[in-house]
């Protein structure tokens, strides 16, 4: 079955929220578990790129509490996301998994290997940052004007995700197309309460804090850093300083793309992560 097909499903936490999540590839090893970029929800996956790593694995995309379809009230921290992330993998019966987190999702990722290291066996952060780094309180005015408006368009995201390349723009192009297929059963919209607590979770993320650096030591699963080389909303540089604080960790940068480089190499990418993943 292809991401297209897949339908919703919902599962209950012991915190009360109805989690929305989408759940294929074939069962039986370790589940790889998706979180979602600022203002992201289910239908922000690129389909290409999640029929890649559910070819031969466990692929769960869902959306996090107020995000989407999932009940509740989105947090204002990257913590509180991080432990409502755990809720939702303990409704599933999960006790270990795999955590690939883009953007956002990134930090929230960090947030739950720190948590419960227990539950994490690998983990691949897209667009990634430390908190504390400095130079991230807040995106660049052009970044946050492209995606941070009450409605987002076309235009905004292209520039948000893609170079200003040829190459950029029609890989751009080619992602819209991809993300908009699906027509019945799409999920909800995501509110401009979760845009606002996302970005002050963001902010505070930011905010210049060079003790808070030392935390990533801590992180001892395998990690696979990834990011585009022209990426103008998480600068590259982050993702290797994120590389530098954790004991085992790697970079990749992949050519001519920005922030949606995992939707423009989505083939290299999830073949990536495989390999990865098997080693």
Known sequence: MKYLEVQTSTVEGTNGVSYAYRRLGPRGRRPLVLLQHFR???????PELIDALAA??????????????TTGTTPHTFAQMADDAIV?????????????????????AQEIALTRPSLVAKLILASTAPQGAPGMHGWAPDIIGAIGEPTTDAKGMLHAFF???????AAGEQFLGRIF???????????????????????????????????????QQPVFIANGDDDRMILPWYSHLTASLIPDAFV??????????????????????????DS
Not at 40 to 46: A, F, I, T, V, Y
Not at 163 to 168: D, R, V
Not at 185 to 208: I, S
């Open 163 to 169: 170079t200003n390349s040829p190459a950029g723009r």
């Open 88 to 108: 939702f993998v303990e409704a599933l019966g999960l006790d270990s998994i795999d955590v690939l987190g883009f953007s956002i999702g990134s930090f929230i």
């Open 181 to 219: 297929t699906r027509t019945a059963g799409r999920d909800e919209e995501t509110t401009w309460h979760t845009r606002n607590a996302q970005y002050d979770a963001v902010v505070k993320w930011g905010t210049p804090n060079f003790v808070m650096l030392q935390r990533l030591a801590a992180i």
């Open 252 to 277: 990749k940068l992949y050519p001519e793309s920005a922030h949606g480089f995992l939707y423009q190499h989505a083939q290299e990418f999830g073949a990536d992560v495989h390999d990865f993943l």
């Open 40 to 46: 992201g929800n289910l239908e922000n996956w690129d």
């Open 56 to 69: 031969s694995r466990d692929v769960i995309a869902f959306d996090n509490v107020g995000v989407g379809a």
